[in-house]
C-alpha cells in the first residue's frame, strides 16, 4: 500500500520536485534544497551511494530510490503511482541540475503528460558556473553534453561545435580530455577555451587561452572536466587579408541549415569571426551564389 505524507501543504502534495544539488562544495545547497529533500516522501536519486553523503551531511533521512539511464523507463510508472496517490517526490542527480546531460528528462516529461506539477528548486550547476568566470561572451551559448565516443557520432558533434557561432559548453571525462582538446583544435582551429576542472572543489583550476597553450597545461587528472570554448571569435589578431568567398559561403548554410541560426545572427557571428562589417560579409555569400548559379 502507497503511504501518503502529509508534510507538504495540500496545493504541493502530489508534487515533483526537481532540485539542484552541489556541484562539489556540499555547502553550495540552498536552505528551500535542503527543506525539500527532508519533506518530500522519496528522493530519485541517479547514485543513491553518492547521495546518501549529501544527506548525512545534513542529517536527512529522507529514503532514496535510484533513477537512472537504465532503469528510468521502470521506474517512472513506480513513481507516477506515487505522485498520483499525493505524494511528494524529489529529482536530483549525481552533481548540478537534474536533466542535463543527466537521466531524468524522460521522467519530468512524463509526469508532466499527466498533468502533475513540475516545479524547480534551482541551485547549482558546472555549466553557467563555468560561463560566469570565462570572461567570453555568454549572452547566448549552447551546451553540447559530453563529446560521443563512436568515431562518426563524434565527426557529426564536432561539426555541430564549429558552426555553432557562439560560445560552447561541454562536459569531458579526464581521460578523454586531451583527445578532445586536439580534435577541437582541428575542427575549429586554435580557438580559446577555458577548462574548468573540480570547480568548487579543494583542487578546483581553471586554464584559460588558446587550444594549443591550453593543452600544455592541462593533463589527463582525475576530476570532472567543464569546457567552455569561444567558438564565435577567431583568436588571431589581424583579419585575413581577403576571406574566401566559397569558405565564408559553407560556414554561413552549415550555421543556418545545421546550427539553426537565424540568416542575421549567421552574417553577425561570421563578421566577428572574420572581423569584417555584416555588409560585407553579406557580399561575399552574395558573390559566391553568383559565381555558383554561373558555373550552373
Known sequence: MVKCYNKFPSFMRGTLFVVATPIGNLDDISARALRVLREVSVIAAEDTRRTRHLLARYAIQTPTSSLHEHNERAKTSLFLARLEAGEAIALVCDAGTPTLADPGRRFVQAVRTRGIAVVPIPGPSAILAALSVSGFDADTFTFMGFPPVRSKDRSLWFEAVRCAGRAVVFFEAPHRI????????????????????????????????????????????????????????????????????????????????????????????????????????????????NRVSIDQ
Open 178 to 289: 586531451l583527445a578532445t582538446l586536439n580534435d577541437l583544435q582541428a575542427s575549429t582551429g586554435d580557438c580559446e577555451v577555458m577548462v574548468a576542472r573540480e570547480m568548487t572543489k579543494m583542487h578546483e583550476t581553471f586554464v584559460k587561452g588558446p587550444i594549443s597553450d591550453v593543452l600544455k597545461q592541462v593533463s589527463a587528472a582525475r576530476g570532472e572536466y567543464t569546457v567552455v570554448a569561444d567558438i564565435g571569435v577567431m583568436t588571431n589578431k589581424e583579419p585575413a587579408s581577403d576571406p574566401n568567398p566559397d569558405e565564408v559561403a559553407n560556414l554561413f548554410y552549415r550555421m543556418t541549415e545545421y546550427g539553426g541560426m537565424s540568416r542575421r545572427k549567421a552574417i553577425t557571428e561570421l563578421a566577428r569571426r572574420y572581423r569584417r562589417r555584416s555588409r560585407e560579409v553579406y557580399a561575399l555569400i552574395e558573390k559566391h551564389k
